[in-house]
């Protein structure tokens, strides 16, 4: 059974920094396909980076690249995101999804604010 629990989430002043952790059982975080994604209030969910595989190539989404880095501890299966230089817009809850057999599974989600 495949289960993602997020934390790390909080309230942060804008410039100031997160990380984000991703604890993963039932998937292996060094071989399977994994990936941040965000719900921007009154929007639709969207993707932030994403690593595949034994691959260490990662992926980030335009918004993010430069500011936001996704990294893997395979000892303790878990994903983060590290998250510098954070902008009000970047306010929002914060999910780790896997692919495994074509099958989607995410986390329940943890809230990111940034505000003064």
């Known amino acids: 059974q495949v289960q993602l629990v997020e934390s790390g989430g909080g309230l942060v002043q804008p410039g100031g920094t997160l990380r984000l952790a991703c604890s993963a059982s039932?998937?292996?975080?060094?071989?399977?396909?994994m990936g941040w994604h965000r719900q921007l209030p009154g929007k639709e969910r969207q993707w932030v980076a994403s690593?595949?595989?034994?691959?260490?190539?990662?992926f980030y989404g335009d918004s993010v690249k430069g500011r936001f880095t996704l990294s893997r501890d395979n000892a303790k299966n878990t994903m983060y995101l590290q998250m510098n230089g954070l902008k009000p817009e970047d306010t929002g809850v914060y999910y780790c999804?896997?692919?495994?057999?074509?099958?989607?599974?995410w986390g329940q989600g943890t809230q990111v604010t940034v505000s003064s």
């Open positions: 999804k896997t692919v495994l057999r074509g099958q989607e599974y």
């Open positions: 039932g998937v292996d975080i060094s071989r399977d396909a």
């Open positions: 690593v595949f595989g034994s691959d260490s190539t990662r």
